[in-house]
T-cell receptor, first 121, second 106 residues
Framework: DTGVSQNPRHKITKRGQNVTFRCDPI?????LYWYRQTLGQGPEFLTY????????KSRLLSDRFSAERPKGSFSTLEIQRTEQGDSAMYLC???????????????????FGPGTRLTVT | GEDVEQSLFLSVREGDSSVINCTYT??????LYWYKQEPGAGLQLLTY?????DMKQDQRLTVLLNKKDKHLSLRIADTQTGDSAIYFC??????FGKGTMLLVSP
């Protein structure tokens, strides 16, 4: 397994167009996360899945953003009617539950993909 | 929403110790993370600490947690030029700081 992969790596689109990005997680990882990162900022959490269930979507930036993980494996992030402010790096991460020695609470170590850079002209 | 704050820039000489500081607002965070991002590379989890710990040491890295002040620090001993990167802290709500750029000069 080569880690989390994202496609495409770069996307240039015109304002108003729809775009879709794909993320393939590490195969045994059951959680998958989407983030947005703009220049000079840290990653901004958008949503995450446990298997095929989307457990958190209140932090999606607007109703133009949606994500799916239909079979609990790869995921897609779609942005409809893109705006110039959507230009950013979109990051995907996946994780598997582990337990740290001596801790009762589970821990999820996230492995990040290389990202998809979106430019909206 | 929750907030995580970091100083933006730190410059040290090779061989010195580096200390990167972070403050957070989410008092219910069960664990806090430090990530490293090198130019052109993805984010990499460097270390983490559970909220019931005050300190965690991992080779050259030492994490200190002050829950009362909601303050987290990352100390890198014997800093090397290869440690030059942006370091992010994050809380359990997956809120990240803006990152601290560490520049290590020879």
């Amino acid at each position: 397994d080569t880690g989390v992969s994202q496609n495409p790596r770069h996307k240039i689109t015109k304002r108003g167009q729809n775009v879709t990005f794909r993320c393939d997680p590490i195969s045994e990882h059951n959680r998958l996360y989407w983030y947005r990162q703009t220049l000079g900022q840290g990653p901004e959490f958008l949503t995450y899945f446990q298997n095929e269930a989307q457990l958190e979507k209140s932090r999606l930036l607007s109703d133009r953003f949606s994500a799916e993980r239909p079979k609990g494996s790869f995921s897609t992030l779609e942005i409809q009617r893109t705006e110039q402010g959507d230009s950013a790096m979109y990051l995907c991460a996946s994780s598997l539950m582990t337990r740290d020695r001596g801790q009762r609470r589970p821990f999820y170590e996230q492995y990040f993909g290389p990202g998809t850079r979106l430019t909206v002209t | 929403g929750e907030d995580v704050e970091q100083s933006l820039f730190l410059s040290v000489r090779e061989g010195d110790s580096s200390v990167i500081n972070c403050t957070y607002t989410d008092s219910s965070s069960t664990y806090l993370y430090w990530y490293k991002q090198e130019p052109g590379a993805g984010l990499q989890l460097l270390t983490y600490i559970f909220s019931n710990m005050d300190m965690k040491q991992d080779q050259r890295l030492t994490v200190l947690l002050n829950k009362k002040d909601k303050h987290l620090s990352l100390r890198i001993a014997d800093t090397q030029t290869g440690d030059s990167a942006i370091y992010f802290c994050a809380d359990s709500t997956l809120t990240f700081g803006k990152g601290t750029m560490l520049l290590v000069s020879p």
